[in-house]
Structure formats: structure tokens, C-alpha cells
């Protein structure tokens, strides 16, 4: 089957190609790249954090309007890389859908119920002809409980994993890396790292992959702990954190 002299599997998000890969699937993917932009999660013994790079393309924009860090419930954050439309259309989702479980069920809806089911929706956009899947990697982050801080990430196909920390974007490969060497370093000390030690790690890890030095404006960072409901930092709080990495350089 051929369109327009090409493969029809090259535009029908249904048909396998011959290598048995669905190439508007892996077109999403691509798509999560086109922002720019690099994001990462870190969690350490009662907090989890997610952090990422904020670029504002006009000088008439005004930065306030401009975030990649959302709060989809008091308990549960998120950060997302790719298409802004599509970020927002899947952040709104989640948030409906938390709605109707704490309606249904009378309790908060706990992150890995939250997870798998948007992760569902999203794998069934890569079934229908009259779908497409959404361009976005969303990071979602909550304090459970009893089972401690919880980072899960879903990409376009559906699939989601948990995570000790993860990286998300166009610097996705060096990001991770720079995380499994901290991880290795620190052994099991990374889980007990303080609400504080959290953050900075994930400054200063995307410091070294983008090699600069951010200012307070140029990131956003989220962070949600056992105490304290899902919230994004202001910029003397990042200010703080950062100059507190400076110092002990």
C-alpha cells in the first residue's frame, strides 16, 4: 500500500512497517525533543523533586505565563517536555481524573492509579486512525504514605515505569548518565537525602549536562514532601539553593 509514492506505514499511525515499528509512534517521540528543553526528577528519603530548564522566546512574553511544572492534585506534581497544546490537554485530563476518583472513592487518588490510568488513554491514541499520540513525556512525582516518595514517567506510546530519578527531553541520554554516577557515588546514602540535598542534586545535575550556570529565572523547580503538599519554589527560593551549590563548589 502506497500514498502519495510513499509507505503507507509512514502516515497511518495503525499499520506496522516491515521491521514490525509504528512509525508515528516513534514520530511522537521525536516530537518531545522539538521544545529544547531538558527535565528531571530526583527523589531522596521523605521529598520528591522534579526541575527543569525555562525559556521564554520573545521578550514580550511575560515569563509568568510561560511553566513546564504543574500541580495536578494538592499531593502530586508534574513536569512536562514537548508540545505545549498537548501538555496541557494531558495535564487537564489528569486532573479530571483524580476529580472523579476522590468523588468515586472519597480519598485522594494515589499517583500510581493516576499514572496507569492516563498511561492507558495515551496507549490507546496510538490504535486509532482518528487519534494521534500527544508529543509529551510527563514526570509525575508524589509523597505516598507508606510506601515514600514516587516518581513515574509516561511517554507517548503509554508506557510508564517508576523511578529512583529519571531525565526527560533533548539532553534525556547525558541527563541520565550524570544521575546513574551520582547514584553510584553515593550507594544507598542517596536515600536519605534531605528535602534540601534533593533539590540541589537536581541543580546541579542539570548544571553539568547543560554546562551553565543557571539564574533563578532561568528553571523551574517543584517539589512535594511528606509534610508538605505539592508546590513550585519562587525564585528567591531557587536563588537560595543555588547559590548554596556555588558555595560548596
Not at 494531558?90 to 494515589?110: D, L, Q, T, V
Not at 496510538?126 to 494521534?132: E, G, K, L, S
Not at 548554596?244 to 563548589?249: C, I, P, Y
Given at each position: 500500500m502506497s500514498v502519495g509514492g510513499n509507505l503507507g506505514h509512514?502516515?497511518?499511525?495503525?499499520?506496522?512497517s516491515p521491521q514490525g515499528r509504528l512509525i508515528q509512534v516513534e514520530y511522537a517521540f521525536q516530537a518531545v525533543k522539538t521544545a529544547g528543553l531538558t527535565a528531571i526528577a530526583v527523589k531522596g528519603k521523605d521529598t520528591a523533586v522534579v526541575a527543569i530548564e525555562k525559556k521564554v522566546t520573545d521578550r514580550l512574553i511575560d515569563p509568568k505565563?510561560?511553566?513546564?511544572?504543574?500541580s495536578v492534585t494538592d499531593r502530586i506534581g508534574a513536569v512536562t517536555v514537548g508540545i505545549p497544546p498537548d501538555a496541557r490537554t494531558?495535564?487537564?485530563?489528569?486532573?479530571?481524573?483524580?476529580?472523579?476518583?476522590?468523588?468515586?472513592?472519597?480519598?485522594?487518588?494515589?499517583?500510581?492509579v493516576l499514572v496507569a490510568r492516563w498511561a492507558d488513554l495515551a496507549q490507546l491514541y496510538?490504535?486509532?486512525?482518528?487519534?494521534?499520540p500527544l508529543g509529551v513525556e510527563?514526570?509525575?512525582?508524589?509523597?505516598?504514605?507508606?510506601?515514600?516518595?514516587?516518581?513515574y514517567k509516561v511517554d507517548p506510546a503509554g508506557q510508564y515505569l517508576g523511578y529512583k530519578a529519571c531525565a526527560s527531553g533533548v539532553k534525556e541520554a547525558e541527563t541520565t548518565s550524570q544521575l546513574e554516577k551520582s547514584f553510584k557515588e553515593k550507594g544507598s546514602q542517596h536515600k536519605e537525602l534531605s528535602a534540601n540535598e534533593t533539590i540541589q542534586l537536581a541543580l546541579?545535575?542539570?548544571?553539568?549536562?547543560?554546562?551553565?550556570?543557571?539564574?533563578?529565572?532561568?528553571i523551574e523547580v517543584g517539589v512535594v514532601t511528606g509534610k508538605e503538599n505539592f508546590k513550585k519554589l519562587t525564585a528567591q527560593e531557587i536563588e537560595e539553593h543555588l547559590n548554596?551549590?556555588?558555595?560548596?563548589?
Open positions: 509512514e502516515y497511518q499511525i495503525t499499520i506496522f505565563s510561560v511553566t513546564n511544572v504543574f494531558i495535564i487537564s485530563r489528569m486532573r479530571m481524573e483524580a476529580a472523579e476518583y476522590k468523588f468515586e472513592n472519597g480519598h485522594h487518588c494515589p499517583i500510581d496510538t490504535q486509532y486512525a482518528f487519534m494521534r510527563t514526570i509525575c512525582v508524589s509523597v505516598d504514605p507508606e510506601l515514600g516518595p514516587q516518581i546541579s545535575t542539570l548544571q553539568n549536562v547543560l554546562s551553565q550556570n543557571f539564574k533563578s529565572n532561568d548554596a551549590l556555588a558555595q560548596r563548589d
